[in-house]
Nanobody, 127 residues
Framework: QVQLVESGGGLVQAGGSLRLSCAAS????????MGWFRQAPGKEREFVAA????????WYADSVKGRFTISRDNAKNTMYLQMLSLKPEDTAVYSC????????????????????WGQGTQVTVSS
């Protein structure tokens, strides 16, 4: 049973930074794609970033490119999302996700691709 546990959320002022962590357990993730989605109140869930566990290829939403960095530590089975220059519009619940398979790059951006989800961690950016 795959488990994903997020940590690192909190309240930060605009321009500040946070680092989210996602501890993964229950499987060998070498063939997985893992990532982050977020959902703000009253808005649809949106893709943030993803990383292929083996090889480290990354994908980002345009809204976070240049500010967020996704990475993973194979030895710790942990994925990270370093968030810099945070904006109030980054306020959302951030969820860690994992997909055991995908057939095209376009699927990386789609929530339905991911068969495992964490509980989420709240990120609040004040203006």
């Amino acid at each position: 049973q795959v488990q994903l546990v997020e940590s690192g959320g909190g309240l930060v002022q605009a321009g500040g930074s946070l680092r989210l962590s996602c501890a993964a357990s229950g499987r060998t993730f070498s063939n997985y794609v893992m990532g982050w989605f977020r959902q703000a109140p009253g808005k649809e869930r949106e893709f943030v970033a993803a990383i292929r566990w083996s090889g480290g290829r990354t994908w980002y939403a345009d809204s976070v490119k240049g500010r967020f960095t996704i990475s993973r530590d194979n030895a710790k089975n942990t994925m990270y999302l370093q968030m810099l220059s945070l904006k109030p519009e980054d306020t959302a619940v951030y969820s860690c996700v994992a997909a055991s398979d995908y057939s095209s790059v376009l699927e990386v951006y789609r929530a339905v691709t991911y068969n495992y989800w964490g509980q989420g961690t709240q990120v609040t950016v004040s203006s």
